[in-house]
């Protein structure tokens, strides 16, 4: 790597080298997960530079080919699998700078990759459109990360997950292969080359998603005396396809005292169903939830306005910001990604809510996967040592319900057990040096790896 | 029934009793059954009103509570299963001057019952919003009759049936309960007293119907070598909850010739799969045919204006329209309407379609049902008698593929193959009198009725 030479021929491109900048930009939420936290603490960039338009970024790309500077993108750094992390050093790609929103279009929004999804948002929202689906740091998190490195969220319930067909239109993307990039247009099963890549195959540089309609969304809280009663609850809404839904999430009693602001409506010892109804749904929501022997103890389409104001949005309570809550109150709190497999949801969530206890409170999130109702697990968990936590991720397993590993920074140990072959033949192609993200594909730094034991790239055993 | 005293408490309303007109007034599409156009052909009502407002509507109502009239309520008379038919003569409510759009909200719309589909619409568009779903006659129908009489349809591959929670938000209707109607304000599971019941709880005054996006749709047909290949596309596409689609219908070869238009694009001896999509999804659409052994035949979007003009819209290809346009070629078609359940939706298609062969070319309609994806079937059955068509019928029910028999006039007989205890507790109180649509629910007329043989209402035995 030559950064002197890098530096000269990025000149005109705006960069940051204060260390303690360049650290802080090397970081996004590892911290979520003790293990991360320990191997990438000291991981740090020697650079960072924020192109202001497409010019600028495919200047630097260039650059960094030519110069042999491993180059890491970074949107907000809002991940929490130390994806946006460059582990051999170099250039981190900071596309705070490029954040305009292009075009709304009837049905799609086409933005650059480092707008943030609520501004995005504020552009749709008076054509009646908005984003189909976002991660809860919606307030943060730019489109292009949560691209690169998410998967669905709030908003999964009714579209499925980020990667399915029709949930992302176009990805327009710069390769790493050569002085100046090859530019793609990815549309279809293309774009997953890019998407859920953690940015080793290519840089995103524009985006056209599709909307979903804008209406009026109501928070709704409703209580249940046992999690059993919840969890059908929680499932017989995702499964009723005429409530236009935008989350469904459930919470055991155990949960609620890291939800402060909202703990005044929660009452003690019951778990409870958080959901994000249509205004015009919220009174079917309610209904089905007493007849399901719950209590509403919240609306906010019936909450005064001041009571309103001091609580967070709802979404705010869920996927992973009910895990960033708890871990506020409590640094001992993790939590772990657990697909609880149909037929039988409510059956192996009880399971291991009975197994594990208080060392691991059931937080789970209904989706809709691959045309049925999909449910994921977010449990905190109350950590203690890494053998402890290989043992509980071994305990799901063991009982049906597989484990998308989030203390492990590699895409292939974080979810998918196994390469993606498409993109693992696309990066031969469009990252023949391996300088874009080093260290988060397995199959391209060591592909006769045994997923046996956990994966280190090799300046972090340094 | 005191006739003459009703003319004369109903004089503001218009009325008709010119015979023919009464007699034209008196059916619906009942005819596309062999069966219901024996036993139904003579009936014909006495009179019909058409108020033009909610105050002429409760007049004639309370005027035939107190008269002693039936009343039959009537849309646009576009049902298939002579539910609009006054088996025992009286009054038909025809509900045509009822057709205005009283106000269209961020997500729902208000309208009058006799307002037709295709005008409703043209209304909320402006607004990027339009109904989720409706049958193949929405250019005809009206909401009210939609309500009254349908299940589902263009649509229900997205958001399900229509007596699904949220798909209706409110009915206003007038009971049948005195020389004043109550009226009543339905919402939630009340909503069922009245949907689907043809008019024989009470008369639909006003409803609120849920909003979808109003996007561009394009029509594709994607032509395949076997059905087998045409049916896993079909139900790809019906769990692709990221692909926006309105309309998955799957026909069979044999089917072609009947879609005059259309026939030019479709491939002889080929099965087919007719798609309505999102314009941002037809590609994505095109590629997962192509990726299951298809070819697209037809995509309106890349099709000149001119070839396009000539040809109807998809959805008057599919559900009842297929039907039609079979009908119309061939007198001796009719039809049934199944369920193929999961698991093994293909499996169950397939099997039918080599038991019956060219007597009941497959035609298949994807829906979600509950949560997943649900396929309802509407083969074309060329008739010979009715000994044959039970026969059939049998058939499909012994091979695990419940029937809704379209050749019966009650709505126990049609499907539910029970009493809707909700539906019948209402009636007794709003209802009292039995006024409502005699003949059509079989458990008011006739309690301990023996559903091993068909019900046929006194009149018709006369």
Redesign the interface.
Known sequence: MDLAALKIDIAEVPTEENPQLVLQKSRDFYWYSPVLKRQLDSVKADIVARPRNEDELLLVVGACFKNEVPLTVRGSGTGNYGQAMPLAGGLVLDLCNMNRVIEV????VVAEPGAILADIDKVTRP???EL?MFPSTYHTASIGGFIAGGSGGVGSV????LR????I?RVKMAAMDGSIPTVLDL???DINRVSHAYGTTGVITEV?M????A??WVDLITAFPTLEAAVHHGEAL???????LKNVAVMDAAIAPYLRRHKPYLPDGEAFVVTIA????A??VA??GKRAGGRVVLRTDTLEAEARSRLPPAFELSWNHTTLRALRMDPDITYLQVLYPQPGIAGKVLKMSALLGEEAPTHLEFV??????GCFGLPLVRFTTEERLDEIIALHEDNGCPIFNPHRYTLEEGGMKQTDPLQLGFKRRSDPKGLLNPGKMIAWDDPDFDYGRPYLFPSLSA
């Open positions: 279009k009837n049905g799609t054509t009646g459109q189909r009714r579209w499925g997950g399915d067909v029709g949930n239109v549309s279809g099963r056209e599709p909307l979903a309609p209406v009026e995702a499964a009723a396809d005429g409530l236009l249509a205004s015009f749904a009174g079917d209904a089905l809709r996967f691959d045309g049925a109702v």
